[in-house]
Nanobody
Framework: QVQFVESGGGLVQPGGSLRLSCAASGFIFSVYAMGWYRQAPGKERELVAEISSAADSTDYVDSVKGRFTISRDNAKNMVTLQMNSLKPEDTAVYYC?????????WGQGTQVTVSS
């Protein structure tokens, strides 16, 4: 049974930081590319950051480059998203995602709100 435990979301002031974590189980974590997506109210879900199975490649949406960092620990089946210099437009539900070929799994999402 595939499970994700996402944590680290919450309310933060503009310019602040949050660290999202996603602990996965129920599949061979080390062969899956992992990503973080987000969906703001009234908007489509978008890819924020992704990391290859061996952690040798990362990619980010332009709006978060230089502010967010994705990393993974295959020994712990965990992926994290360090978010710095947060902006109100980063407010969204953030979802952990695992993908291998056509197989895709989603976490339940964690709310991130950036507001003063």
């Amino acid at each position: 049974q595939v499970q994700f435990v996402e944590s680290g979301g919450g309310l933060v002031q503009p310019g602040g930081s949050l660290r999202l974590s996603c602990a996965a189980s129920g599949f061979i974590f080390s062969v899956y590319a992992m990503g973080w997506y987000r969906q703001a109210p009234g908007k489509e879900r978008e890819l924020v950051a992704e990391i290859s199975s061996a952690a040798d490649s990362t990619d980010y949406v332009d709006s978060v480059k230089g502010r967010f960092t994705i990393s993974r620990d295959n020994a712990k089946n965990m992926v994290t998203l360090q978010m710095n210099s947060l902006k109100p437009e980063d407010t969204a539900v953030y979802y952990c995602n695992a993908q291998w070929a056509v197989q895709r799994y989603w976490g339940q999402g964690t709310q991130v709100t950036v507001s003063s």
